[in-house]
């Protein structure tokens, strides 16, 4: 088992361009996150998916959006990249029953200039 | 408004000490609690739990107790290891997602 992968693991982007983080994992679990994690903070959810087709917005989803088409993928988009986006992107899954042991990914970087 | 605080962003404690990384929640209706373990560059791996019906679990050299009347707990590492040298996190299942509620993070030195 891979776990949960995540690619790219480092990425620079200019103010205004798009780009898609991608977010496998291979354990079969329904719920899937994607948190940030700014210098000095803790992790913070951006979205949340429980399942296939079903998406939800976290605490802080404004410039990004998600799909779910399979239980294995969860791809975060980021539309007009802007600074306040500069930040390390962690997805996450756990198995139906608990939702509180997640598994994490490596994570990516993202740097906004 | 932080649900879930660590104040001490470092600790520094020699090999073969013992590290007592702390944790603080406002939120009493909280009934599980987490410690993840981040190395540089990784993602966060779940390290050992608690459930509010008990006071202390332990795992080899992990404890974590907790006091819910303080709103408080703690992770006790004995003895301590430079390769337990990384940023512990607090968390607690409080979003109606499912998600977790992190604290800030107490990145801890282990000295040779």
């Known amino acids: 088992n891979a776990g949960v992968t995540q690619t790219p693991k480092f990425r620079i982007l200019k103010i205004g361009q798009s780009m898609t983080l991608q977010c496998t994992q291979d354990?079969?679990?329904?719920?899937m996150y994607w948190y940030r994690q700014d210098p000095g903070m803790g992790l913070k959810l951006i979205y949340y998916?429980?399942?296939?087709?079903?998406?939800d917005k976290g605490e802080v989803p404004n410039g990004y959006n998600v799909s779910r088409s399979t239980t294995e993928d969860f791809p975060l988009r980021l539309e007009l990249a802007a600074p306040s986006q500069t930040s390390v992107y962690f997805c996450?899954?756990?198995?139906?029953?608990?939702?509180?042991?997640?598994?994490f990914g490596p994570g990516t970087r993202l740097t906004v200039t | 408004d932080q649900q879930v605080k660590q104040n001490s962003p470092s600790l520094s404690v020699q090999e073969g000490r013992i590290s007592i990384l702390n944790c603080d929640y406002t939120?009493?209706?909280?009934?599980?609690f987490l410690w993840y373990k981040k190395y540089p560059a990784e993602g966060p791996t779940f390290l050992i739990s608690?459930?509010?019906?008990?006071d202390k679990n332990e795992d080899g050299r992990f404890t974590v107790f907790l006091n819910k009347s303080a709103k408080h707990l703690s992770l006790h590492i004995v003895p301590s290891q430079p390769g337990d040298s990384a940023v512990y996190f607090c968390?607690?299942?409080?979003?109606?997602?499912?998600?977790?509620?992190f604290g800030k993070g107490t990145k801890l030195s282990v000295k040779p």
């Open positions: 968390a607690a299942p409080g979003g109606s997602q499912g998600n977790l509620i």
């Open positions: 939120n009493s209706m909280f009934d599980y």
């Open positions: 998916s429980v399942g296939a087709g079903i998406t």
């Open positions: 354990m079969n679990h329904n719920y």
């Open positions: 608690i459930s509010s019906i008990k």
């Open positions: 996450a899954s756990s198995p139906p029953g608990t939702g509180y042991e997640q598994y």
